[in-house]
């Protein structure tokens, strides 16, 4: 049987490159479309490298997102089966300081991508990676029927990305969808979003780099699962038999301040003593408060249901920043007891 092609933006961040690996188990010809940057940045994709791009399974092409003729291209040349839309400027608060470029890119690339599967290769599948970022201000539990409010550049450019690839949908007939994605998090996360930044600083801090976390705002709520379970959520919403939206979520939510207590006890360490909250350069002009999912659309329809919970992903990031820093878990309760405490 000919293999199902895939066209992954944003292979090398964390979702792409678990997706990544998931459609090859799967016996895709994945594509990874990336940007040229100046240090070659494929470590969260080198394994699938090692393994599958001799092979000619995985095939990685340099793309830029503001220059349609650089998609449009491959899209004519290998006229995918699936198309995975996951790059963006996925940094909330950076968005606040750069909101032109997020919206060029998180924006304008969706309707530039789903313009030329329209013209060139109209049964291409399209999924859109929204976010729950977009509900903003509305009050939990947020679904698919909830509104957006969005509080940030990021929540906008998103929101019109939303409706960008519904309009495709709808007036054109593709079949694009939308993943609204709670908050997912695991040992491949970027080092400046909340949880891997707690993670990773406590590592440092047991080996004597760093003294301090300086975090902004702790009492915002997330409802945060695992990143493995949300890339087999995004793949299922392009196995349906019609193109819809799906929120993705856990159903539970915590604050940061519950995140850093979670992780420090992992340790057996009072959080209290290394963690400064309200730095001012981390708090946001305006936040998002409360975030708590109500996935019983796509728990129904697509029989999705994420298996990892808080304490795992906590568990499974702390072990991993450990062993980047040559500690195990023993280890670093052993060095948090004689001199940390
Ligand atoms: P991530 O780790 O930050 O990865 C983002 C990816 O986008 C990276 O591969 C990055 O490439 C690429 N990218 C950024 N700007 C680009 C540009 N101008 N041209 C080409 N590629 C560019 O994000 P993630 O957590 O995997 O999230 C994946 C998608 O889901 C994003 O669209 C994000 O907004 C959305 N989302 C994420 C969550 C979440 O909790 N993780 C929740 C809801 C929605 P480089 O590696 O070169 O930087
Ligand atoms: O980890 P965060 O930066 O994630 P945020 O803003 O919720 O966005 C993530 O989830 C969205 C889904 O809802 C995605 F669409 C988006 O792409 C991204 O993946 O911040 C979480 C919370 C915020 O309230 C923030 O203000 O943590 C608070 N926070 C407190 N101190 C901090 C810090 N956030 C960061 N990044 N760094 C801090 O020092």
Known sequence: MKKKIAF????????????????????????????????????RIQDIINKYENKGRLILHYIDLTDTSSITNLIIKYKPNEFYNLAAMSHVGISFYTGETTLNINTLSSYRILESILKNHKKCKFYQASSSEMFGSTPP??????????????????????????YFRQAHGLFAANGILFNHESPRRGL????????????????GKEKKIYLGDVTTRRDWGHAKDYVYG??????????DDFVLSTGKNYSIQDFVKKVFKLLNLNWKKFVITNTKKYLRPSEVRNLKGDSTKARKILKWKPKYDLNYLCKDMLISDLKLYGMTLNDAKKIAKKYLK
């Open 141 to 166: 539990p947020q679904n698919e029927n909830s509104q957006f409010n969005p509080q940030s550049p990021y929540g906008i450019s998103k929101v019109s990305a939303f409706y960008i690839t519904k």
């Open 192 to 207: 400046n979003f909340v949880t891997r930044k707690i993670t990773h600083s406590l590592s440092r801090i047991l080996k």
């Open 234 to 243: 995004i793949w299922l919403i392009l196995q349906h038999k019609k193109p």
């Open 8 to 43: 992954v933006t944003g292979i090398t961040g964390q979702d792409g490159s678990y997706l990544a690996e998931l459609l090859l188990k799967k016996n895709y010809v994945v594509h990874g479309l990336l940007r040229r940057t100046s240090i070659l940045n494929v470590d």
